[in-house]
T-cell receptor, first 116, second 113 residues
């Protein structure tokens, strides 16, 4: 089946620093990738949608200058949290779809970010 | 606009008992509906999906769901709960061709031995 990986699985960073999270599709080409944020005991909130080679489309209320998304290849998308603050601490999950997967998205295992 | 309401943030069932997780949706266009399962500190795994074909959808691990347009519901069921079913379950909706999912708040399923 289609596999999506994320790296790192967890990260701790100091307030004011930046952290990069990678999302990779291991056995298919991801034409579209999605980034979600999940707070404890809450649902996933879509942050942005990115298509390979294009600028990401951010959901309302998501700061594009704070959450930088790059989808430079068909197998890799990155989310960089810039100038992180404790309130950015969350579980970040990516998903990916290929041109042949139709409506189905394949989810990564998530990255736990803790900002101290 | 689309939305999903999952009734009950926490459901407990005995092992071997029926599992019923409720999901109601709101959509101005014919929806696609999904159920996902999430184990602790893991991503989401697709259980099943409805995309305008058969209204009774069978998924993995013995789960199934029935799309009822008149009730705007897509409840998830399993005849006999297993300990390994303990997890968080999310219902989600999208529009055909949109690929963007709107999730419910999730229901945590506990299975009592």
């Amino acid at each position: 089946g289609a596999v999506v990986s994320q790296h790192p699985s967890w990260v701790i960073c100091k307030s004011g620093t930046s952290v990069k999270i990678e999302c990779r599709s291991l056995d298919f080409q991801a034409t579209t990738m999605f980034w979600y944020r999940q707070f404890p005991k809450q649902s996933l909130m879509l942050m942005a949608t990115s298509n390979e080679g294009s600028k990401a489309t951010y959901e309302q209320g998501v700061e594009k200058d704070k959450f930088l998304i790059n989808h430079a290849s068909l197998t890799l998308s990155t989310l960089t949290v810039t100038s992180a603050h404790p309130e950015d601490s969350s579980f970040y999950i990516c998903s990916a779809r290929s041109g042949t997967s139709g409506d189905e998205q394949y989810f990564g295992p998530g990255t736990r970010l803790t900002v101290t | 606009a689309q939305s999903v309401t999952q009734l009950g943030s926490h459901v407990s069932v005995s092992e071997g008992a029926l599992v019923l997780l409720r999901c109601n949706y709101s959509s101005s266009v014919p929806p696609y509906l999904f159920w996902y399962v999430q184990y602790p500190n893991q991503g989401l795994q697709l259980l099943l999906k409805y995309t305008s074909a058969a209204t009774l959808v069978k998924g993995i691990n013995g789960f199934e769901a029935e799309f009822k347009k008149s009730e705007t519901s897509f409840h998830l069921t399993k005849p006999s709960a297993h300990m390994s079913d303990a997890a968080e379950y999310f219902c989600a909706v999208s529009r055909a061709g949109s690929y963007q999912l709107t999730f419910g708040k999730g229901t945590k399923l506990s299975v009592i031995p």
